[in-house]
């Protein structure tokens, strides 16, 4: 399985960026990490199966929307109103089978499959 994920850059604070994930055809909860120089991977968003539910971390809620297109086996992480504290690596990942369509896990060990990462650098 590979998961390709692009759409980052530098960009200003208050500016926007969109983050796409390529994974056709895989049935499975999407999740979205990053990682800052020195720190852990962090949770960012999740999106279920069906693209119905929806989990964010307190620091991107209100401000980063995610969403899937089945169709074409997409994910997008749409990034709004960037600050410089967003500053990292961003990881789409696809989670372990689950049977439960209203599974979103936010724990990286829930992630099975993981993208290469995109930059994203917000300068103040």
């Excluded at 796409?20 to 968003?45: H, I, N, Y």
């Excluded at 086996?73 to 410089?84: C, D, H, I, Y």
């Excluded at 990292?88 to 599974?103: D, K, Q, R």
């Amino acid at each position: 399985v590979q998961l390709q994920a692009s759409g980052g850059g530098l960009v200003q604070a208050g500016e926007s960026l969109r983050l796409s994930c390529t994974a056709f055809g895989l049935d499975r909860a999407m999740g979205w990490f990053r990682q800052a120089p020195g720190k852990e991977r962090e949770f960012v968003s999740v999106i279920n199966r069906s693209g119905s539910r929806t989990s964010y971390s307190d620091s991107v809620k209100g401000r980063f929307t995610i969403s899937r297109d089945n169709s074409k086996g997409t994910v997008t992480l749409q990034m709004n109103t960037l600050k410089p504290e967003d500053t990292a690596v961003y990881f789409c990942a696809a989670a372990f089978a689950n049977p439960n369509m209203l599974y979103a896990p936010v724990h990286k060990t829930s992630y099975a499959y993981w993208g290469q990462g995109t930059q994203v650098t917000v300068s103040s």
